[in-house]
Structure formats: structure tokens, C-alpha cells
């Protein structure tokens, strides 16, 4: 008889989290209901927002407590169908965390379109990481062609969508990532226009002014500290900040002391906007489509770094908040 496998927290991390901190269970196999479906998990994201939920805190949404299975989006295969909406070989996206299989509410998943993009792209650029560069860039940022837009975290899954757009909105664009290979990657693949490795880069502020001789118009944070801090000096009179990510601090176990940035907000008429991407989620099916042209239009491009195996999910995970990642870091389970 087949067994189910599920990852679970084992203990709330301290610092950067390690293997230990996840134990792999096996359960029985889950028996779908009426409404339910029984899906097969594909491809499982690891994203860094799953660090926030691992604190024992609340904060948008409940926190994953040890002896709970990690949450998290995963595509799957419909192998049972008690839904009227979906059929066993069906491809769906949802939110049933790291399991192999789970017994779902066929309501709460969505039907993949073999037309868009291959499955993994449901995680990627064609899902919730696609859709927070397209929202949380265009809606925050307002850019306008010709301006200069920073992108931090830009080798990453929402950076590096982010950069693009700014391009194709013929915005002059400068990523910032950890890695001379990545900034390779991000101005000869990608087609930004520079871009700095800020782990060789000791003066951020002195960097940033090279590269943007004009001032900085739109700024996307993806990554916070002083790489932030550094931008915002230099941003232009009425320049919009959209605030995506603080990867930064995430693994800290003591918050940095930074600059009081308000004065500056004042004197320079900034907008500085947080948001969450769910603040979009009616908007979902506008936002892939568009990107889905751009892909096929050859506009976009996107880079995916799988590893292989269920059991690899946790490793796959501290990689990525390592920066082992160039795009999206996904799991084939
Ligand atoms: P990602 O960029 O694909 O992967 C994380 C990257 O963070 C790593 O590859 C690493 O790249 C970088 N990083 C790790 N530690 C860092 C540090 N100390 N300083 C600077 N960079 C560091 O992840 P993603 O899914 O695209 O997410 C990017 C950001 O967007 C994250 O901050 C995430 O929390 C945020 N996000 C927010 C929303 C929302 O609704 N607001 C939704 C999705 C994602 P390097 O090699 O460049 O260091």
C-alpha cells in the first residue's frame, strides 16, 4: 500500500536554518472527500517568505509551528477527482505545502493551462513570483520610458522579472545581486543595462552614483539593509520605491540599527509603498496572460534552478536563502 511523505518543522530555526530543523514523515495516504481531490505533488517552491512563517510569529498569515507541515506553493497531478470541476491527469497549482500527496478542495485550485507555460512556471513567472514583479513593480513604481529603475535581489525569481519589465517600459536599469556570475547573467541575458555584485562592492552609495549619472527615479527592494539604504540617498524628487522584500534581515538575530530614512522621504517627496502580493490575487489571470505574451514575444525570459527530489525540499530551501539561486529555486518532488 503506498505511503504519503510529508515535511515537517522540527524546530523553529535560529539564524539561518538548517536540515535538522525539518523532519520527513510518513503518513498514511490521504482519502479525498466530497469536493476533494487527490493530487500528486510535481514541483514544490521554496520561497523566502517561508523563513518569515518558521519564526513562531504571526504576521500576514499564521506561523507554521513545529510538528506542522510546511507550507508552501506546489503544483500537482489529480489522481483521484470528487470535484466536479476537475479530472484525474489534470495539472493544478495550489498552496498544500511539502507532501507528496494531499486530499484538497478541488474549489481552492487552479486548473493549469498546458497553452501558457510548462508546470513549473506555475511557481515561477507565470505564479505568485511572476505576479509579484508584474504587480508590485507596475502598481508601486508607476515607471515611465527613459527613467533609471534599481532592482535589488535582481538574479532572483522576482528581481530578475522585475528588470525586464523596466526594459520592455524602456526604463534604464541597474540590478544589484551577489554574484559576478549572476550580474553577468542579468545584463548579457537579460538585457539589463549594469549592475553590481554587492558581495566585491564595498561602496554601494559610490557604485550606484557611477551607474546612475541621472539619479534614481524607481527603486524595487527586494532585499533591505544597507544596499537600501544606500539607494534611497540617491533617489530623485518624487522617485517611488516599491517595497517587495527584505531578505537581508531575515536570517539576523539581532535587527541592524539602520539610517532614520524619513527626513529624506520628506525633503525628496518620495513614495516608499510596502505591499503583499494577495493585495492583486483578482488580478492574477490579467497579470500571467500579459506575461505569458511577453514570453512567447521573446521579451522575457526566465531561469528556473530545479533540484531533484522530494526529500531535497529543506536543502533546496537554505539554498536558496543562501543565494545558491539564479531565477526560481524549485523542488521536482
Ligand atoms: P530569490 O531572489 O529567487 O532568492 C532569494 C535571493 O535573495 C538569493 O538568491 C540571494 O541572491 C538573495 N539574498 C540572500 N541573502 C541576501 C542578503 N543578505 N542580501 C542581499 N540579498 C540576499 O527570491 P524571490 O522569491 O525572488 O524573492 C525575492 C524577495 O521578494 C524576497 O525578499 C521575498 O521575501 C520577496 N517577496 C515578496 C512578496 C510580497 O508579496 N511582498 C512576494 C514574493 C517575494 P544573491 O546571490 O543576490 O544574494
Keep these: 500500500m503506498p505511503v504519503n511523505r510529508q515535511i515537517k518543522l522540527a524546530a523553529k530555526p535560529v539564524g539561518m ?3 535538522s530543523d525539518f523532519r520527513i ?3 498514511a495516504m490521504p482519502d479525498p472527500k466530497d469536493g476533494q ?3 500528486k505533488t510535481t514541483y514544490l517552491s521554496v520561497d523566502p517568505y517561508m523563513r518569515g512563517r518558521i519564526t513562531g510569529v504571526k504576521t500576514y498569515a499564521d506561523p507554521v509551528l513545529p510538528g506542522d ?10 489522481v483521484k477527482s470528487n470535484f466536479a470541476g476537475l479530472q484525474t491527469g489534470d495539472a493544478v497549482v495550489g498552496y498544500w505545502g511539502w507532501q507528496n500527496y494531499a486530499a484538497v478542495a478541488g474549489a481552492g485550485l487552479q486548473k493549469l493551462n498546458p497553452q501558457m507555460g510548462p508546470v513549473s512556471t506555475a511557481l515561477g513567472i507565470l505564479g505568485m513570483p511572476g505576479m509579484t514583479a508584474y504587480f508590485g513593480f507596475l502598481e508601486i513604481c508607476l515607471p515611465k520610458a527613459g527613467e533609471t529603475v534599481v532592482v535589488s535581489g535582481a538574479a532572483g525569481a522576482v528581481g530578475s522579472a522585475v528588470g525586464q519589465i523596466a526594459k520592455i517600459k524602456g526604463c534604464h536599469v541597474v540590478g544589484i545581486a551577489g554574484g559576478d556570475d549572476k550580474i553577468d547573467y542579468i ?22 552614483k557611477e551607474l546612475c549619472p541621472k539619479g534614481i527615479d524607481c527603486y524595487f527592494d527586494n532585499v533591505g539593509g544597507a544596499i537600501t539604504d544606500a539607494v534611497l540617498v540617491l533617489m530623485n524628487t518624487f522617485g517611488r520605491a516599491s517595497i517587495c522584500g527584505q531578505i537581508s534581515q531575515y536570517n539576523l538575530e539581532k535587527p541592524e540599527l539602520g539610517p532614520r530614512i524619513l527626513g529624506l522621504v520628506l525633503v525628496k517627496q518620495l513614495k516608499v509603498e510596502g505591499f503583499i502580493i494577495s493585495r492583486w490575487g483578482a488580478r492574477f489571470g490579467e497579470g500571467a496572460q500579459q506575461m505569458a505574451q511577453w ?21 533546496a530551501f537554505i539554498e536558496m536563502l543562501g543565494g545558491k539561486n539564479l531565477g526560481k529555486m524549485l523542488v521536482k518532488a
Design 17 to 19: 536554518p538548517k536540515e
Design 25 to 27: 514523515e510518513e503518513t
Design 37 to 39: 481531490v487527490l493530487v
Design 69 to 78: 507541515v510546511m507550507v508552501g506553493g506546489v503544483t500537482g497531478e489529480v
Design 187 to 208: 545584463t548579457k541575458e537579460l538585457g539589463f543595462d549594469d549592475g553590481f555584485n554587492y558581495k566585491t562592492t564595498t561602496d554601494y552609495y559610490g557604485k550606484l
Design 295 to 315: 514570453l512567447k514575444e521573446g521579451k522575457l525570459k526566465y531561469h528556473e534552478d530545479i533540484i531533484e527530489g522530494f526529500e531535497n525540499t529543506p536543502k
